[in-house]
């Protein structure tokens, strides 16, 4: 394994200025294309069966629900 990662390193990790193992993955946006492509290819996420059928919220169904219940007053 660590044959790879020094292979990888020596010929890809050239092209950025740090490690690559260190670089973090940007955050995704989930909308409406997402969850299209979701339910139309099921087969290629390896998932629960509730995300497979594309049974989650966009972020932008996320943030109404988050402000709709954060204007809720608890007794």
Known sequence: MAYLL??????????VDR?????AF???EIDETVLNNTQ???????CSQRLGKGLFFTDK???EK?????KIVLP
């Open 19 to 23: 490690d690559t193992t260190d670089i």
């Open 66 to 70: 988050i402000s709709r219940l954060r």
């Open 40 to 46: 139309k290819y099921p087969t290629r996420h390896r």
């Open 6 to 15: 020094d292979l990888f390193r020596n010929k890809i990790g050239k092209l």
């Open 61 to 63: 169904e996320k943030k």
């Open 26 to 28: 940007r955050e995704i």
